[in-house]
Protein backbone atom coordinates (compact mmCIF):
# COMPACT_ATOMS: atom_id res chain seq x y z
CA UNK A 1 0.00 0.00 0.00
CA UNK A 2 2.75 2.74 0.86
CA UNK A 3 3.98 1.53 -2.72
CA UNK A 4 0.66 2.86 -4.08
CA UNK A 5 0.83 5.94 -2.27
CA UNK A 6 4.71 6.77 -3.15
CA UNK A 7 4.08 6.46 -6.61
CA UNK A 8 0.63 8.34 -6.52
CA UNK A 9 3.00 11.04 -4.84
CA UNK A 10 5.55 11.10 -7.52
CA UNK A 11 2.97 11.24 -10.56
CA UNK A 12 1.82 14.29 -9.08
CA UNK A 13 5.26 16.00 -8.58
CA UNK A 14 5.98 14.58 -12.28
CA UNK A 15 3.26 16.77 -13.78
CA UNK A 16 3.71 19.91 -11.75
CA UNK A 17 6.70 20.09 -13.25
CA UNK A 18 5.25 19.11 -16.39
CA UNK A 19 2.75 22.02 -16.42
CA UNK A 20 5.21 24.38 -15.24
CA UNK A 21 7.35 23.77 -18.21
CA UNK A 22 4.85 23.99 -20.62
CA UNK A 23 3.59 27.27 -19.35
CA UNK A 24 7.72 28.52 -19.15
CA UNK A 25 7.87 27.90 -23.06
CA UNK A 26 4.16 29.36 -23.77
CA UNK A 27 5.89 32.46 -21.85
CA UNK A 28 8.84 32.59 -23.68
CA UNK A 29 6.34 32.58 -27.04
CA UNK A 30 4.50 35.25 -25.62
CA UNK A 31 7.43 37.36 -24.63
CA UNK A 32 9.00 36.81 -28.46
CA UNK A 33 5.90 37.68 -30.03
CA UNK A 34 4.94 41.14 -28.04
CA UNK A 35 8.55 41.99 -28.21
CA UNK A 36 7.95 42.02 -31.81
CA UNK A 37 4.88 43.62 -32.21
CA UNK A 38 5.63 46.50 -30.01
CA UNK A 39 9.13 47.31 -32.33
CA UNK A 40 6.50 47.08 -35.37
CA UNK A 41 4.04 49.32 -34.46
CA UNK A 42 6.78 51.70 -32.60
CA UNK A 43 8.27 51.78 -36.32
CA UNK A 44 4.40 52.25 -38.00
CA UNK A 45 3.89 55.14 -35.39
CA UNK A 46 7.15 56.78 -36.22
CA UNK A 47 6.45 56.58 -39.84
CA UNK A 48 3.39 58.19 -38.94
CA UNK A 49 4.75 60.82 -37.34
CA UNK A 50 7.74 61.07 -39.30
CA UNK A 51 4.59 61.63 -42.84
CA UNK A 52 2.47 64.05 -40.44
CA UNK A 53 4.96 66.16 -39.88
CA UNK A 54 6.12 66.39 -43.34
CA UNK A 55 3.11 67.49 -44.30
CA UNK A 56 2.56 70.03 -41.44
CA UNK A 57 5.67 71.69 -43.13
CA UNK A 58 4.48 70.95 -46.92
CA UNK A 59 1.84 73.18 -46.65
Known amino acids: MKTLVK???NE???TAIEYGLIAAIISVGIIGAVSTVGT???????NIG??????NSAG
Open 7 to 9: TRK
Open 12 to 14: IGA
Open 50 to 55: THLAEA
Open 40 to 46: NLGNTFN
